[in-house]
């Protein structure tokens, strides 16, 4: 098992900067596939960016591809999520979440932290 506690979100201004981390408990931590995913308010949980266990393989979501960067440092446990040049439409809660198999669905992940809050302000 993995646990996971996310932090870093925060209030700013459209066109600023965040960056999340994600830190998880375990030994085990290179072994999962790691992911990022967000949900607005009467939105669906929606893909945002997932890495591989070795980082070697990244992967984004349309939206946020060029603005965000994913990557993790398996000696800390823990992943980030860059966000550069934010929107008010990024407003979301931010989960990190962890599989052994990788993917886009969320469905496909085991492990999912309490999330965090990110707020851009127009």
């Known amino acids: 098992q993995v646990q996971l506690v996310e932090s870093g979100g925060g209030l700013v201004q459209a066109g600023g900067s965040l960056r999340l981390s994600c830190a998880a408990s375990?030994?085990?931590?290179?072994?999962?596939?790691m992911g990022w995913f967000r949900q607005a308010p009467g939105k669906e949980r929606e893909f945002v960016a997932a890495i591989s266990w070795s980082g070697g393989r990244t992967h984004y979501a349309d939206s946020v591809k060029g603005r965000f960067t994913i990557s993790r440092d398996n000696a800390k446990n823990t992943v980030y999520l860059q966000m550069n040049s934010l929107k008010p439409e990024d407003t979301a809660v931010y989960y990190c979440a962890a599989n052994l198999r990788g993917g886009s669905s969320w469905f496909n992940y085991d492990y999912w932290g309490q999330g965090t809050q990110v707020t851009v302000s127009s």
């Open positions: 375990g030994r085990t931590f290179s072994s999962y596939y």
